[in-house]
Protein backbone atom coordinates (compact mmCIF):
# COMPACT_ATOMS: atom_id res chain seq x y z
CA UNK A 1 0.00 0.00 0.00
CA UNK A 2 1.45 3.64 -0.41
CA UNK A 3 1.78 5.56 2.35
CA UNK A 4 2.01 9.67 2.98
CA UNK A 5 3.53 10.75 6.25
CA UNK A 6 1.46 13.60 7.67
CA UNK A 7 3.55 15.72 9.97
CA UNK A 8 1.30 16.44 12.59
CA UNK A 9 0.94 15.47 16.11
CA UNK A 10 -2.71 16.00 16.52
CA UNK A 11 -5.25 12.90 16.93
CA UNK A 12 -8.06 14.63 15.31
CA UNK A 13 -6.54 15.51 12.28
CA UNK A 14 -4.70 12.05 11.77
CA UNK A 15 -8.13 10.00 12.11
CA UNK A 16 -9.26 12.50 9.77
CA UNK A 17 -6.39 11.97 7.21
CA UNK A 18 -6.58 8.19 7.62
CA UNK A 19 -10.34 7.98 6.47
CA UNK A 20 -9.81 10.96 3.61
CA UNK A 21 -6.51 9.08 2.08
CA UNK A 22 -7.90 5.46 2.40
CA UNK A 23 -10.46 6.53 -0.74
CA UNK A 24 -7.04 7.01 -2.42
CA UNK A 25 -5.74 3.52 -1.44
CA UNK A 26 -3.36 5.49 0.51
CA UNK A 27 -1.85 4.66 4.24
CA UNK A 28 -2.09 8.10 5.84
CA UNK A 29 1.07 8.01 8.49
CA UNK A 30 0.76 10.34 11.11
CA UNK A 31 3.95 11.64 13.66
CA UNK A 32 1.87 9.86 16.57
CA UNK A 33 2.43 6.49 14.37
CA UNK A 34 6.55 6.54 14.21
CA UNK A 35 8.87 5.11 16.32
CA UNK A 36 11.18 7.93 15.75
CA UNK A 37 10.87 10.80 18.11
CA UNK A 38 10.58 13.87 16.14
CA UNK A 39 11.12 17.55 17.26
CA UNK A 40 8.17 20.15 18.08
CA UNK A 41 8.06 22.10 15.53
CA UNK A 42 7.49 25.86 16.21
CA UNK A 43 4.63 27.44 14.31
CA UNK A 44 6.53 30.74 14.31
CA UNK A 45 4.86 32.02 10.48
CA UNK A 46 2.51 34.72 10.36
CA UNK A 47 -0.12 32.95 7.85
CA UNK A 48 -1.14 29.44 7.10
CA UNK A 49 1.20 28.93 4.37
CA UNK A 50 3.97 29.48 6.78
CA UNK A 51 3.13 27.53 9.82
CA UNK A 52 2.29 24.67 6.98
CA UNK A 53 5.65 25.49 4.92
CA UNK A 54 7.33 24.69 8.64
CA UNK A 55 6.49 21.47 9.54
CA UNK A 56 6.10 19.54 5.90
CA UNK A 57 9.69 21.17 5.14
CA UNK A 58 11.24 20.49 8.69
CA UNK A 59 9.69 16.71 8.90
CA UNK A 60 10.75 15.97 4.94
CA UNK A 61 14.23 17.47 5.93
CA UNK A 62 14.65 15.08 8.90
CA UNK A 63 13.05 11.94 6.96
CA UNK A 64 14.10 12.52 3.68
CA UNK A 65 10.62 11.49 2.04
CA UNK A 66 7.49 13.24 0.98
CA UNK A 67 6.26 14.66 3.89
CA UNK A 68 2.16 16.35 4.33
CA UNK A 69 1.18 19.10 6.91
CA UNK A 70 -2.06 20.75 7.65
CA UNK A 71 -1.87 24.15 9.37
CA UNK A 72 -5.66 24.88 10.05
CA UNK A 73 -7.89 27.30 11.86
CA UNK A 74 -11.01 28.76 12.89
CA UNK A 75 -11.46 32.72 11.53
CA UNK A 76 -14.37 34.60 13.23
CA UNK A 77 -15.70 37.68 11.11
CA UNK A 78 -16.76 39.07 14.77
CA UNK A 79 -13.24 38.85 16.47
CA UNK A 80 -11.52 40.47 13.83
CA UNK A 81 -10.74 36.68 12.78
CA UNK A 82 -9.65 35.96 15.65
CA UNK A 83 -8.39 33.13 16.76
CA UNK A 84 -6.96 32.30 12.73
CA UNK A 85 -3.27 30.82 13.42
CA UNK A 86 -3.56 31.04 16.70
CA UNK A 87 -6.21 29.01 17.23
CA UNK A 88 -4.45 26.04 19.02
CA UNK A 89 -2.96 28.12 22.03
CA UNK A 90 -6.18 30.52 21.96
CA UNK A 91 -6.42 30.18 25.40
CA UNK A 92 -2.56 29.68 26.55
CA UNK A 93 -0.09 27.19 26.57
CA UNK A 94 -0.62 24.39 27.00
CA UNK A 95 -3.00 23.61 24.05
CA UNK A 96 -6.55 22.57 25.33
CA UNK A 97 -9.39 22.83 23.38
CA UNK A 98 -11.89 22.70 26.04
CA UNK A 99 -10.78 26.42 27.43
CA UNK A 100 -10.62 27.66 23.28
CA UNK A 101 -14.01 26.82 23.26
CA UNK A 102 -14.98 28.73 26.26
CA UNK A 103 -13.15 32.07 25.60
CA UNK A 104 -14.90 32.05 21.49
CA UNK A 105 -18.20 31.85 23.60
CA UNK A 106 -17.21 34.69 26.21
CA UNK A 107 -15.83 36.96 23.48
CA UNK A 108 -18.95 36.13 21.40
CA UNK A 109 -21.82 36.11 24.27
CA UNK A 110 -23.19 39.50 22.92
CA UNK A 111 -23.07 39.11 19.19
CA UNK A 112 -26.21 38.02 17.76
CA UNK A 113 -26.94 35.37 15.92
CA UNK A 114 -26.40 36.61 11.84
CA UNK A 115 -23.35 38.50 13.04
CA UNK A 116 -21.73 34.81 14.13
CA UNK A 117 -20.48 34.00 10.67
CA UNK A 118 -16.76 32.29 10.56
CA UNK A 119 -15.13 29.65 8.35
CA UNK A 120 -12.99 27.11 9.36
CA UNK A 121 -9.67 27.24 7.13
CA UNK A 122 -7.11 24.90 5.75
CA UNK A 123 -3.87 24.99 4.41
CA UNK A 124 -2.48 21.46 3.08
CA UNK A 125 1.61 21.79 2.17
CA UNK A 126 3.64 19.07 0.60
CA UNK A 127 7.67 19.13 0.67
CA UNK A 128 9.02 16.56 -0.94
CA UNK A 129 13.20 16.73 -0.69
CA UNK A 130 14.72 19.14 -3.30
CA UNK A 131 11.58 20.25 -4.81
CA UNK A 132 9.38 23.17 -4.01
CA UNK A 133 6.65 22.63 -1.78
CA UNK A 134 3.15 23.20 -2.98
CA UNK A 135 -0.17 24.43 -1.41
CA UNK A 136 -3.32 23.96 -1.48
CA UNK A 137 -6.17 26.29 0.98
CA UNK A 138 -9.68 25.13 2.31
CA UNK A 139 -12.72 26.55 3.55
CA UNK A 140 -15.63 25.41 5.18
CA UNK A 141 -18.31 27.91 6.20
CA UNK A 142 -20.50 28.56 9.25
CA UNK A 143 -21.60 30.35 12.16
CA UNK A 144 -20.64 30.01 15.99
CA UNK A 145 -23.31 28.27 18.46
CA UNK A 146 -24.10 29.98 21.41
CA UNK A 147 -23.11 26.68 23.42
CA UNK A 148 -21.30 23.49 22.70
CA UNK A 149 -23.04 19.89 21.76
CA UNK A 150 -22.05 17.11 20.25
CA UNK A 151 -18.85 15.03 21.35
CA UNK A 152 -17.45 13.96 17.38
CA UNK A 153 -14.65 15.50 16.01
CA UNK A 154 -11.69 17.84 17.81
CA UNK A 155 -10.72 21.23 18.73
CA UNK A 156 -13.68 23.95 17.97
CA UNK A 157 -16.28 21.04 16.31
CA UNK A 158 -19.08 21.47 19.09
CA UNK A 159 -19.23 25.13 18.36
CA UNK A 160 -19.12 25.12 14.50
CA UNK A 161 -22.25 25.07 12.44
CA UNK A 162 -21.52 24.81 8.95
CA UNK A 163 -23.82 26.50 6.48
CA UNK A 164 -26.91 24.14 5.51
CA UNK A 165 -26.85 22.23 8.63
CA UNK A 166 -28.38 23.31 11.91
CA UNK A 167 -25.93 20.68 14.07
CA UNK A 168 -22.82 21.51 15.23
CA UNK A 169 -19.46 19.79 13.37
CA UNK A 170 -19.14 17.62 16.79
CA UNK A 171 -23.18 16.69 16.00
CA UNK A 172 -22.92 15.52 12.31
CA UNK A 173 -19.89 13.22 12.57
CA UNK A 174 -17.28 12.25 10.82
CA UNK A 175 -18.81 10.52 8.11
CA UNK A 176 -20.86 14.44 7.08
CA UNK A 177 -17.66 16.62 8.52
CA UNK A 178 -15.39 14.59 5.52
CA UNK A 179 -17.72 15.83 2.67
CA UNK A 180 -17.95 18.92 3.80
CA UNK A 181 -14.47 20.16 5.47
CA UNK A 182 -11.80 22.69 4.99
CA UNK A 183 -9.48 19.86 5.12
CA UNK A 184 -11.37 17.38 2.31
CA UNK A 185 -11.88 20.72 0.36
CA UNK A 186 -8.18 21.35 0.53
CA UNK A 187 -7.64 17.57 -0.21
CA UNK A 188 -9.58 17.34 -3.37
CA UNK A 189 -7.29 19.81 -5.39
CA UNK A 190 -4.63 17.53 -4.49
CA UNK A 191 -5.78 14.67 -6.36
CA UNK A 192 -3.75 14.90 -8.95
CA UNK A 193 -0.84 14.78 -6.72
CA UNK A 194 -2.56 12.03 -4.92
CA UNK A 195 -3.00 9.68 -7.81
CA UNK A 196 0.68 10.03 -8.85
CA UNK A 197 2.09 9.18 -5.39
CA UNK A 198 4.10 6.50 -5.55
O1 LIG B 1 -11.53 20.28 11.67
C1 LIG B 1 -11.42 21.00 12.69
N1 LIG B 1 -12.36 20.99 13.66
C2 LIG B 1 -12.25 21.71 14.77
N2 LIG B 1 -11.19 22.48 15.05
C3 LIG B 1 -10.21 22.53 14.11
C4 LIG B 1 -10.29 21.82 12.91
N3 LIG B 1 -9.20 22.06 12.19
C5 LIG B 1 -8.45 22.89 12.90
N4 LIG B 1 -9.07 23.17 14.08
C6 LIG B 1 -8.54 23.98 15.18
C7 LIG B 1 -7.95 23.06 16.23
C8 LIG B 1 -6.70 23.74 16.66
O2 LIG B 1 -7.05 24.61 17.72
C9 LIG B 1 -6.29 24.57 15.45
C10 LIG B 1 -5.27 23.89 14.57
O3 LIG B 1 -3.96 24.28 14.92
P1 LIG B 1 -2.72 23.60 14.17
O4 LIG B 1 -1.47 24.24 14.59
O5 LIG B 1 -3.02 23.56 12.70
O6 LIG B 1 -2.76 22.09 14.65
P2 LIG B 1 -2.25 21.42 15.99
O7 LIG B 1 -1.26 22.30 16.69
O8 LIG B 1 -3.39 20.97 16.77
O9 LIG B 1 -1.50 20.11 15.46
P3 LIG B 1 -0.22 20.05 14.43
O10 LIG B 1 0.34 21.43 14.31
O11 LIG B 1 0.71 19.07 15.04
O12 LIG B 1 -0.77 19.54 13.13
O13 LIG B 1 -7.48 24.80 14.70
MG1 LIG C 1 0.22 23.23 15.63
Redesign the pocket.
Known amino acids: MKEIII ?4 E ?2 AK ?1 FKVLFERYGIKATS ?1 LDLEQELPD ?1 E ?1 TGST ?1 EE ?2 AL ?1 SEGIANILQIPVM ?6 VIDALDGE ?1 G ?1 F ?4 AGEP ?1 D ?1 KK ?1 IVKVLENLKDVPTEERTAR ?1 V ?1 VLSVSIPGETTIFKKGY ?1 EGTIAFEEKGSH ?5 PI ?1 IPDGYNQT ?1 AELGPGE ?1 NKI ?3 RNAMVQLEDWIQNLR
Open positions: ATKNGKELIEFNSKADDSGLPISARYKDNFCCGFGYDFMKSHR
